[in-house]
Protein backbone atom coordinates (compact mmCIF):
# COMPACT_ATOMS: atom_id res chain seq x y z
CA UNK A 1 0.00 0.00 0.00
CA UNK A 2 1.44 3.37 -0.59
CA UNK A 3 1.96 5.86 1.89
CA UNK A 4 2.73 9.49 1.61
CA UNK A 5 3.55 11.02 4.51
CA UNK A 6 4.44 15.38 4.23
CA UNK A 7 6.23 17.45 6.91
CA UNK A 8 7.84 21.04 6.66
CA UNK A 9 4.89 23.41 6.41
CA UNK A 10 4.60 26.56 9.00
CA UNK A 11 4.26 29.93 9.31
CA UNK A 12 6.52 32.25 7.26
CA UNK A 13 6.44 35.83 6.11
CA UNK A 14 5.84 37.10 2.64
CA UNK A 15 8.92 36.96 0.74
CA UNK A 16 10.21 33.68 2.79
CA UNK A 17 10.77 30.46 2.26
CA UNK A 18 9.89 26.53 3.20
CA UNK A 19 10.47 23.33 1.62
CA UNK A 20 7.96 20.79 1.95
CA UNK A 21 9.25 17.19 2.00
CA UNK A 22 7.00 13.83 1.16
CA UNK A 23 8.26 10.56 2.31
CA UNK A 24 6.90 8.01 -0.24
CA UNK A 25 7.00 4.03 0.86
CA UNK A 26 4.74 0.89 -0.35
CA UNK A 27 6.32 -0.11 -3.32
CA UNK A 28 8.77 0.94 -6.30
CA UNK A 29 7.87 4.38 -7.59
CA UNK A 30 9.69 4.29 -11.12
CA UNK A 31 6.03 4.06 -13.31
CA UNK A 32 4.70 6.72 -10.97
CA UNK A 33 4.41 10.25 -11.02
CA UNK A 34 4.60 12.27 -7.58
CA UNK A 35 2.71 15.98 -7.60
CA UNK A 36 1.82 18.62 -5.33
CA UNK A 37 -1.38 19.95 -4.53
CA UNK A 38 -3.12 22.83 -2.40
CA UNK A 39 -6.03 23.89 -1.32
CA UNK A 40 -7.30 26.96 0.35
CA UNK A 41 -9.49 27.52 2.44
CA UNK A 42 -13.29 28.08 0.43
CA UNK A 43 -11.77 26.92 -2.63
CA UNK A 44 -11.12 23.86 -4.63
CA UNK A 45 -7.76 21.64 -4.73
CA UNK A 46 -5.57 22.98 -7.62
CA UNK A 47 -2.67 21.41 -9.08
CA UNK A 48 1.16 22.64 -7.92
CA UNK A 49 3.65 20.92 -9.59
CA UNK A 50 4.52 17.23 -10.81
CA UNK A 51 7.41 15.12 -11.40
CA UNK A 52 7.61 12.22 -13.30
CA UNK A 53 9.75 9.66 -10.71
CA UNK A 54 11.89 8.07 -13.41
CA UNK A 55 13.36 10.94 -15.45
CA UNK A 56 12.47 14.03 -13.12
CA UNK A 57 10.72 15.71 -15.90
CA UNK A 58 8.86 18.71 -14.23
CA UNK A 59 5.64 20.60 -14.79
CA UNK A 60 4.30 23.66 -13.04
CA UNK A 61 1.01 25.51 -13.06
CA UNK A 62 1.94 29.21 -13.84
CA UNK A 63 1.39 30.97 -10.58
CA UNK A 64 4.40 28.99 -9.31
CA UNK A 65 7.12 28.93 -11.94
CA UNK A 66 9.79 31.09 -11.10
CA UNK A 67 9.12 30.62 -7.22
CA UNK A 68 8.40 27.17 -6.61
CA UNK A 69 10.63 24.31 -7.75
CA UNK A 70 10.03 20.31 -7.77
CA UNK A 71 12.49 17.72 -6.97
CA UNK A 72 12.91 14.08 -5.56
CA UNK A 73 15.54 12.07 -3.85
CA UNK A 74 15.54 8.68 -6.03
CA UNK A 75 17.15 6.61 -3.27
CA UNK A 76 15.13 7.94 -0.88
CA UNK A 77 12.26 7.98 -2.28
CA UNK A 78 11.28 11.44 -0.89
CA UNK A 79 9.74 14.15 -3.07
CA UNK A 80 10.32 18.18 -2.60
CA UNK A 81 8.80 21.55 -2.97
CA UNK A 82 11.07 24.16 -2.08
CA UNK A 83 9.48 27.54 -1.89
CA UNK A 84 10.47 30.74 -2.77
CA UNK A 85 9.28 34.43 -2.55
CA UNK A 86 6.08 33.20 -0.63
CA UNK A 87 2.59 35.06 -1.18
CA UNK A 88 -0.47 35.25 1.23
CA UNK A 89 -1.90 33.46 -1.55
CA UNK A 90 -0.01 31.02 -1.00
CA UNK A 91 -1.54 30.26 2.22
CA UNK A 92 -3.21 26.54 1.67
CA UNK A 93 -2.86 22.68 2.71
CA UNK A 94 -0.49 21.59 0.71
CA UNK A 95 -0.85 17.74 -0.69
CA UNK A 96 1.69 15.19 -1.85
CA UNK A 97 0.21 12.37 -4.44
CA UNK A 98 1.45 10.15 -6.41
CA UNK A 99 -0.26 9.11 -10.12
CA UNK A 100 0.53 5.59 -11.62
CA UNK A 101 1.19 5.88 -15.13
CA UNK A 102 -1.30 8.01 -16.95
CA UNK A 103 -4.13 7.07 -14.47
CA UNK A 104 -5.56 9.47 -11.80
CA UNK A 105 -3.98 10.55 -9.12
CA UNK A 106 -4.41 7.77 -6.99
CA UNK A 107 -2.81 8.40 -3.63
CA UNK A 108 -2.83 11.03 -1.74
CA UNK A 109 -1.00 12.14 2.21
CA UNK A 110 -2.65 14.00 5.11
CA UNK A 111 -1.56 17.15 4.05
CA UNK A 112 0.81 20.21 5.49
CA UNK A 113 -0.04 23.38 6.41
CA UNK A 114 1.24 26.63 4.95
CA UNK A 115 0.22 29.73 6.02
CA UNK A 116 2.07 33.09 4.55
CA UNK A 117 1.74 36.28 6.65
CA UNK A 118 2.08 39.64 5.43
Known amino acids: QVQLVESGGGLVQAGGSLRLSCAAS????????MGWFRQAPGKEREFVARIRWIDGIMSYSDFVKGRFTISRDYAKNTLYLQMNSLKPEDTAVYYC???????????WGQGTQVTVSS
Open 26 to 33: GRTFSGYA
Open 97 to 107: AAQEGSRSWGY
